[in-house]
């Protein structure tokens, strides 16, 4: 959720600071006075791309600077970017007009790319003009899985399909891959080459082992030497340790389970010390045939030159050399197997695809009826909402196509959402779909930028209602003109503006209960006397109680 809010310098706003609550946050105020700048500057906080014209006039740069709380699906990302991160994040973005802008999270360099990823599915701001996701036909599949709360299934399909995939692609790289005799000869010399050189990692590994061991004899028969000298030698420490244990011989019970812990300590020392004349004499032993050592080293060195391989590298190519030499040489038999186990995983991926088809039939219409109730709520009893799915192609994401239809008006027909004209009823549309689907969602922060215009009454209050329950789950910013749906907020922000040495300037604040009840009669009567403060507090009461319940 947003927990703060600093802006300064940006467009009207000269400089405000706001902490938000959890839960419903409503923000009223005069028009024109700046109350859809802070949905603004938060969506440029976290999306903008750099625009000097965002800086108010007079100054050299903007600010703006959000504290955000962390979830679960955020820590991945921010560990693997190495961002130093508690239970906060503080998202700062500088504007200036020389062009010199910066983006930090927690005072660490990142990209508007990485931010806008971190942020995409946590934050949604939803204005009249902007529907988001939710319009485009690309997530209405992902949304209606979502809804369908299988993923087991659909994760068991990914993995049938990409078996599928690739096998497919190997199958057509097969049919495409034609070689002349000229070629193979060139792939059977490289192939005998590799396979008389009898390349392995650990003999390679031990051999340039080996070549430093000897390079390096005197300096490493020094060593272990002196080693061994400390410890077996004249007044060495094996020697000191006897005298030591020796000393300790007391009547003592704990002196005694000292001297016992001495004793182990000693006997273990004792045996890695064997250890190193075992290697010593070892070394000393080894007849090191640096002339055969060097020229094995040299075939692996040529090999991988030649190639632009490591030695792993230069062992899979030896296989996909007989492969290629094997299909050439057997052409049909290789292909006929490859086309058999194509079809095998086509009818597993296939049939995996069915399974998951009639789930996403099932709670399509499920869906349908969920979102109804939602547009009932909103006073939408003419509205039709269909999941259309039709057949295609299996892909990554099954074999259904998803789309959204949706009828306004009784006898209209059902049409895509995306071709809905906006307007008020698909505002509250929009609404009826976010209930449903922000629940199920990693979204955290919903900002809704005055949907409800051109709405009255019974309307509004269903409006400020379906908010409220949104904010059971999920963070609520909404602005507002409507006294109804104000009043079902948790919080209540008002937002006004002044004149300030020539500047007009925006100012907020939080208001307290007396202040509430005094700026929803202002919004409903454009007054506060008597009737109409006693208005809004019956308003008030009545919908604080029907969100509440």
Request: charged residues 35%; aromatic residues 8%; hydrophobic residues 35%.
């Amino acid at each position: 959720m947003l927990k703060s809010l600093y802006v300064k310098n940006y467009a009207i706003i000269d400089e405000l600071n706001v902490d938000f609550s959890s839960g419903f946050n409503v923000f009223t105020g005069e028009t024109g006075a700046g109350k859809s700048l802070i949905a603004g500057a938060l969506s440029y906080l976290i999306k903008g791309k750099a625009d000097t014209s965002v800086i108010r006039n007079g100054n050299d740069k903007a600010i703006i600077e959000g504290v955000f709380t962390i979830d679960d699906y955020m820590r991945p990302v921010l560990d693997d970017a190495g961002i130093d991160y508690e239970d906060e994040l503080i998202v700062r973005r500088v504007i200036s007009s020389d062009n010199h802008n910066s983006i930090r999270i927690n005072q660490m360099s990142v990209t508007l790319a990485f931010l806008s990823a971190l942020f995409e599915e946590h934050i949604d701001i939803h204005s009249q003009k902007d529907s988001q996701y939710l319009l485009n036909r690309r997530n209405h599949l992902r949304l209606l899985d979502r809804y369908s709360s299988d993923s087991e299934l659909l994760e068991n399909y990914i993995k049938d399909f990409d078996e599928y995939d690739k096998c497919a692609k190997e199958y057509d790289d097969l049919i495409n891959n034609t070689y002349n005799e000229a070629e193979l000869d060139f792939y059977r010399y490289d192939l005998k080459e590799l396979e008389e050189a009898e390349l392995d990692p650990e003999e390679e590994n031990e051999l340039e082992n080996k070549e430093k061991r000897y390079k390096s004899a005197e300096k490493y028969l020094n060593s272990l030497g002196t080693a061994v000298e400390l410890f077996d030698g004249d007044e060495g420490i094996k020697e000191k340790l006897t005298a030591l244990t020796k000393s300790l011989n007391l009547d003592d019970s704990d002196v005694d389970k000292i001297r016992d812990r001495i004793d182990d300590l000693y006997y273990s020392l004792e045996d890695e010390i064997g250890k190193l004349h075992g290697i010593l004499n070892g070394f000393e032993d080894e007849d090191l045939d640096i002339d055969r050592i060097e020229e094995r080293l040299y075939t692996y060195s040529r090999l991988k030159r030649k190639h632009n391989l490591d030695t792993e590298g230069l062992i899979r190519k030896k296989n996909e050399l007989k492969e290629k030499i094997a299909f050439f040489e057997d052409r049909d038999f290789v292909l006929g197997e490859k086309k058999k186990a194509l079809d095998e995983l086509y009818e597993k991926a296939k049939k995996t695809a069915q399974e998951l088809s009639s789930i996403r039939q099932e709670n399509a219409g499920k869906l349908e009826k969920d979102i109804i109730v939602h547009c009932n709520d909103l006073m939408l009893e003419n509205a039709v909402f269909k999941v259309m799915i039709n057949d295609k192609e299996l892909s990554r994401n099954g074999a259904d196509d998803v789309e959204f239809f949706v009828s306004m008006n009784k006898g209209e027909d059902v049409r895509p959402l995306r071709n809905v004209a906006s307007g008020g009823e698909i505002s509250r549309l929009m609404l009826a779909l976010k209930t449903v689907f922000t629940s199920l969602s990693e979204t955290s922060l919903v900002i809704f930028d005055e949907i409800d215009t051109g709405v009255s009454g019974k309307v509004a209050l269903a409006i400020g209602q379906k908010m409220a329950e949104i904010a059971e789950k999920t963070q609520v910013l909404a602005i507002t003109h409507l006294a109804a749906v104000a009043a079902c907020a948790d919080s209540h922000y008002f937002i006004s503006k002044s004149d300030d040495d020539g500047y007009s300037k925006t100012n907020i604040r939080k208001l307290d209960h007396d202040e509430i009840i005094n700026e929803l009669a202002l919004i409903s009567s454009s007054e506060n006397s008597e009737a109409a403060l006693q208005a809004a507090e019956e308003l008030y009461t009545s919908a604080q109680a029907s969100v509440k319940k």
